[in-house]
């Protein structure tokens, strides 16, 4: 039992390191990449609100298809923004896009042709299929929400000893990352040691 337990830990480590180094690739590179997330139920049943995604960026998924679903910069969708939509068909003014569960394009509305330079990347898919990550979307909240905690009060912490402002979001970024370093470093000594 235990051991099934470490190797789900181990597994649940590498998943969340893959994820993390492909978002930090992403930045590094330019380009949007790694998991993201739907907040509405435009694509049920394919991504229900909160289910996760892998995002490949243009450059490396190529040039999209009818039936490939895409995130692009909408312009005039929920006041513009990301979008995650299925291209349903393609015009010489550009391509046309639709939420799986909605009940037409979204060029029948507001939104005009999507243009090639408005897309940020193809959702993942394997044998034609969504590759869905369920609940990242709730993780990904509550994550958010002990980090911003956590933020606050080391700037509190950080005022008090120092007399300076707090730590910007990448400066929390960095000790946070260095601090999980450690602790994996720690354990994984540990763990090493009491199977000796």
Known sequence: MGRLLSLGANTLVVIVVVMA????????????????YVETDSMSPTLDPGDGFVLVPSA????PEVGDVVVFEAKELRGGGPTTHRIVGETERGYMTQGDNN????????????????????????????VSIPY???ITEETRGILDTARQR????????????????TQF????????????GIESIRTREGSK
């Open 173 to 184: 970024g960095y000790v946070l990352t260095i601090l999980l370093v450690a602790l994996y």
């Open 103 to 130: 009940n037409a394009p979204d060029q029948a509305a507001d939104e005009p042709p999507v243009q090639t330079t408005q897309i940020n990347g193809r959702v993942l898919q394997v044998g034609g299929t969504v």
């Open 154 to 169: 080391m700037d509190v912490l950080t005022w008090r000893l120092t007399n300076t402002s707090g730590l910007s979001t």
């Open 136 to 138: 990242v979307g709730a």
């Open 60 to 63: 490396l998924a190529g040039p």
């Open 21 to 36: 180094a492909l978002t930090v690739i992403g930045a590094v590179l330019g380009l949007p990449m790694g998991v993201a």
